[in-house]
């Protein structure tokens, strides 16, 4: 790969708006040249002692490398080095590494011999690091060596300027860093958020102190989001900041964030999550998890409830809009169902329509464990995570329900068959899909698929699932 030799770079560098690099980032890119080791997924780049990324303390000397960053370098090298593309932003949610991927693009590039500028947001510098020399300079220090294609650009959390350079953005999707700089020769990615497993990966090795029950715990309210999940997982204050996300949440906020994250972004992205598709192209856009659905569904249901009634009433197709109708809808259905009463049904095989009555006033019990079902009466059961495929809910002795807004909504058998097993495998449990009343009559009876999505013939259905009835039952919104 070319670099600049070192008069050339003296040249460019002799300006009042830069200055030879301090030791401390003269020893961080030399690590970073010479580390010896291979860039897997689910290991550790660990500097030497007293040296640290960027020469900043505070920035510290380990990189997690995720198990996507091998892929995104790939295919980000790709687009860049491209001839008809040489700009890429690279989108995704607060706290889940974009700024580490810069720095394991940095790492990369360092082994590669390859001249770079790296811009800073938070600092508001650039740094010129080469294998002949190591500046550091201002917002608008190294303008003549950004004129060269053969400079690797690298900016997280900051405007770029349009120059030749190799240009990659990593940054949260706030309008205004990236929108305008989209609009020439540019493509656009995005970083997935955290799984479990990778959270209890970096737990070990760079978070031990963090108790494995704590991360279970905090990942069911924030999702894949490693800077909540292990970074703040023992800070309160920071821990305090998703209940202040929740409280300025209402119908209309969040149907900007599924959109576009709103004004309030960093809120906003604690709620909602980007999905990544293959590529690393934008999928829908999510709750961050069932507790977060859960906790903006009590919130407005408490703070607007016609506004919420009105938006439920109606089930909507289209885009965004229409997915968050549908998870509002099923957490409504919660409420009506646990409440009680006197529910229109039909029988999904004989389509004979009839009345189903529910007992009064529940107690809905959240449970994790099985145990904690064994004894519990008088009691709406719903699991705290999506354990049960197809059952989202259950009343003792026999009632299932799977709620759902959509047209179709194919039956797991495995889960089916846990949630009758902890019932005692019933004689004649009952199956109720809850639909919004415009579903009602165009609902038909659902398939049963095995744990590989395929349709279930009669002789591969289990037993105690061949015995379930199955209804669709459906009630006004405003029903209490």
């Known amino acids: 790969m070319a670099d600049i030799d070192a008069p050339q770079l003296q040249l460019y560098t002799n300006s009042p708006t830069s200055a030879a690099a301090s030791p401390a980032l003269l020893d961080f890119w030399t690590a970073f040249t010479n580390y010896p080791n291979p860039l897997e997924g689910n290991t550790v780049v660990q500097l030497p002692a007293d040296v640290f990324i960027l020469g900043n303390?505070?920035?510290?000397?380990?990189?997690?490398?995720?198990?996507?960053?091998?892929?995104?370098?790939?295919?980000?090298?790709?687009?860049?080095?491209?001839?008809?593309?040489?700009?890429l932003i690279i989108l995704?949610?607060?706290?889940?590494g974009k700024t580490y991927f810069g720095y394991f693009l940095l790492l990369h590039l360092a082994r590669s011999g390859a001249t770079v500028v790296y811009e800073s947001g938070v600092d508001q510098k650039r740094y010129l690091l080469t294998p002949n020399g190591v500046f550091e300079g201002g917002k608008h220090a190294f303008w003549k060596i950004l004129d060269s294609s053969s400079t690797f650009y690298i900016v997280d959390g900051s405007a770029p300027v349009d120059v030749d350079a190799k240009t990659i953005l990593v940054t949260l999707p706030r309008w205004e860093i990236w929108h305008r700089f989209s609009k020439g020769s540019c493509d656009i990615r995005y970083m997935p958020v955290w799984s479990k497993e990778e959270l209890h990966s970096c737990r070990s090795m760079l978070f031990p102190t963090v108790p494995k029950e704590l991360v279970e715990s905090l990942y069911l309210k924030w999702g894949g989001?490693?800077?909540?999940?292990?970074?703040?997982?023992?800070?309160?204050?920071?821990?305090?900041?998703?209940?202040?996300?929740?409280?300025?949440?209402?119908?209309?906020?969040?149907v900007k964030s599924f959109?576009?994250?709103?004004?309030?972004?960093?809120?906003?992205?604690?709620?909602?999550?980007?999905?990544v598709k293959d590529g690393f192209h934008s999928g829908p856009y999510q709750f961050a998890s069932d507790y977060m659905v859960d906790e903006i569904y009590n919130r407005v249901y408490a703070r607007d409830r016609d506004h919420l009634i009105?938006?439920?009433?109606?089930?909507?197709?289209?885009?965004?809009?229409?997915?968050?109708?549908?998870?509002?809808?099923?957490?409504?259905?919660?409420?009506?169902?646990?409440?009680?009463?006197?529910?229109?049904i039909r029988d999904l095989r004989t389509k004979l329509e009839s009345t189903l009555q529910l007992p009064m006033d529940l107690t809905t019990l959240l449970f994790s464990n099985n145990s904690q079902v064994q004894n519990a009466t008088n009691c709406y059961f719903r699991p705290i995570s999506n354990t049960f495929?197809?059952?989202?809910?259950?009343?003792?002795?026999?009632?299932?329900?799977?709620?759902?807004?959509?047209k179709d909504h194919p039956c797991k058998q495995t889960g089916l068959c846990d949630v009758l097993e902890i019932l005692g495998n019933p004689s004649k449990p009952e199956l109720y899909c809850v639909v919004p009343?415009?579903?009602f009559a165009c609902f038909t009876h659902q398939s049963y698929h095995g744990t590989d999505g395929q349709v279930l013939s009669q002789n591969d259905t289990i037993a105690s699932v061949e015995k379930l009835t199955r209804f669709v039952l459906t009630f006004e919104p405003s029903h209490q």
């Open 389 to 406: 495929e197809s059952v989202d809910s259950f009343i003792k002795p026999n009632l299932l329900f799977q709620m759902t807004g959509a």
């Open 310 to 344: 009105r938006f439920v009433s109606v089930t909507r197709e289209i885009g965004e809009t229409g997915q968050l109708n549908r998870v509002l809808f099923e957490k409504h259905a919660h409420t009506v169902i646990a409440k009680g009463g006197s529910f229109k």
């Open 437 to 439: 009343p415009d579903r």
């Open 225 to 254: 989001i490693a800077r909540y999940v292990l970074k703040y997982a023992l800070v309160k204050e920071q821990q305090d900041f998703l209940d202040k996300a929740l409280n300025i949440s209402n119908i209309d906020s969040v």
């Open 57 to 87: 303390h505070s920035i510290g000397s380990s990189i997690y490398i995720r198990p996507c960053y091998s892929k995104l370098l790939e295919k980000s090298l790709s687009i860049v080095q491209s001839a008809d593309i040489r700009h």
């Open 92 to 96: 995704g949610n607060l706290g889940i």
């Open 259 to 275: 959109g576009k994250y709103g004004e309030n972004l960093d809120a906003s992205s604690c709620l909602i999550h980007i999905s």
